[in-house]
């Protein structure tokens, strides 16, 4: 039976999305600005990296303590939090005198927007049933697909029409309605049966542990693998991890919560899009310099060229969660992700150095499209699909990290990959890219497929004797 949900909880989720929407279209419209950065701060190269590579490693790096802020402090309270920092950013974005500001502002935003990721989703998911939350998160996914299919063109004709430093003033207004709809709509939730401190020692160094490691992974090829400073983040950061998972097991309040990794269905969803992860934005990359660099279209026609697919992808996320909450999602996802590497791999069958948009790219991209609809949002609602309400935050937040730090390690791969072919190869390095994608992609089918549970959320907890949880 289909539990009613209230016009309330919709409209919230509704505010909840539309922050995600705004988080997601800042993330993939910043690339279309470089141009655009560069001649108006006269800004190197070198600089313009670290507009991105600063965002990506803040946000890796306290996703974990935002998660954990939510669930112990309120999830509206750090959602609303997150928001005013990320407007506050934003606005410092836009009047940037150089480029150094430009990049210190850009981190001030990630902040914000490390604590509206997983607080967005957690606050307003207590508000719907066990049999609704697949749907849920499908609407919720539904916006950061369109954000990513639009975020591209939407920059371009902001760019071309007000000028860059639009592409983050247009963040304020979004951020004042979101705020005061949330104010309005969506009750506070946190988990009442913490108590005590958080581990004053494991949180900043596992807060530190993930910022070398994401440091070292984003600007790997940049300075050099063999670079000093990235083999010593590297060591500092893998050596400290053992202490971050000791003081998890020993500590009351640690930062990662290891008891979540107890629920199957949260071990392996997060595991099988680690792995996901690994060719997702890799894929796109490639897409996009596939129709710019090899093909020739300018970068509005390769952002209108991308959309198809994150638009499909963004039509099918709500029926597939109401089809996840309706049948499980083990069969949802392992379809999706099978779809996501046959499109890759008729780029590696049938691309070639001529432009062949509407022959090739857009079969691929749309069966993209449909395997990404199948399975992005799903991943999120399979992973949480046994969480108790009390760890939503620290759980989405978990699974966001994992998320993260494997599209940062997905892109360094696929870009060594690139630059290895020969240079008398120009398709060389797209197919080399390729491969890695369907083998990535691969896996993360075989992971879900084989470790998943089976049934729905309602189903495990019916044999389990309605009990609220469902263990290994």
């Known amino acids: 039976m289909v539990e009613p949900v209230g016009r309330r909880s919709w409209l919230a989720l509704g505010a909840a999305t539309a922050a ?11 690339n279309v600005a470089f141009p655009s950065i560069q001649r108006s701060l006269n800004a190197s190269s070198a600089a313009l990296s670290w507009i991105v590579s600063g965002y990506s490693i803040t946000v890796g790096s306290f996703l974990l303590l935002s ?21 506050f950013g934003s606005l410092f974005c836009g009047i940037a005198p150089q480029v150094e500001v430009l990049i210190a502002a850009r981190v001030v935003q990630a902040l914000g927007g490390s604590l509206i990721m997983p607080s967005s989703l957690a606050m ?31 920059g371009a004709l902001l760019i071309n029409g007000l000028g860059w430093r639009w592409i983050f003033y247009v963040n304020l207004p979004i951020a004042a309605l979101v705020f005061t709809a949330t104010a309005r709509l969506v009750r506070e939730s946190r988990d009442e049966d913490t108590k005590g401190r958080l581990d004053v020692v494991g949180v900043p160094v596992g807060t530190l542990a993930l910022a070398l490691v994401m440091v070292a992974i984003v600007q790997g090829e940049g300075w050099g693998y063999g670079d000093y400073r990235i083999i010593v983040f590297t060591v500092v950061g893998v050596v400290l991890l053992p202490f971050v998972i000791w003081r998890s097991r020993s500590h009351p309040n640690p930062l990662l919560d290891l008891s979540l990794f107890s629920y199957r269905s949260f071990s392996a969803a997060t595991a099988s899009f680690g792995l996901y992860a690994l060719g997702f934005v890799p894929g796109f990359l490639m ?37 996840a909450d ?28 001529s432009s062949a948009y509407f022959s ?53 791969v696929v870009i060594a990959l690139f630059n290895s072919a020969p240079s008398g190869d120009p398709l060389g390095g797209f197919q080399r890219a390729w491969i890695w994608v369907i083998a990535t992609y691969a896996a993360s089918a075989v992971v879900i497929m084989v470790a998943f549970p089976s049934g729905t959320a309602l189903l495990r907890r019916g044999l389990r004797g309605g009990q609220s949880s469902v263990r290994r």
């Open 20 to 30: 995600a929407f705004m988080v997601v279209v800042d993330v993939s419209i910043v």
């Open 67 to 87: 998660g954990r802020l939510a669930d112990r402090q309120g999830r509206r309270k750090m959602f609303n939090l997150g928001l005013a920092i990320f407007a």
């Open 124 to 154: 307003v998911l207590p508000e719907f049933p066990v049999s609704r939350r697949s749907a849920a998160i499908g609407m919720w996914g539904a916006m950061g697909a369109l954000g990513a299919a639009f975020g591209p063109s939407i």
């Open 287 to 323: 897409s996009s310099l596939l129709l710019q660099d090899l093909w020739g279209l300018t970068v509005l026609e390769a952002g209108l060229g991308l959309t198809p697919g994150p638009i499909m992808a963004s039509a099918l996320s709500v029926p597939i969660g109401r089809m």
């Open 326 to 353: 309706r049948w499980g999602h083990r069969w949802l996802l392992t379809s999706g992700v099978v779809l996501c590497g046959l499109s890759y791999a008729m780029l590696l069958a049938w691309a070639g150095e």
């Open 360 to 412: 090739v790219f857009l079969p691929a991209n749309v069966i993209l499209g449909i395997g990404v609809g199948l399975s992005i949002a799903t991943f999120v609602s399979a992973a949480m699909s046994d969480v108790p309400p009390p760890r939503f935050a620290i759980a989405n937040a978990t699974t966001r990290t994992v998320q993260q730090v494997c599209f940062a390690l997905g892109i360094a």
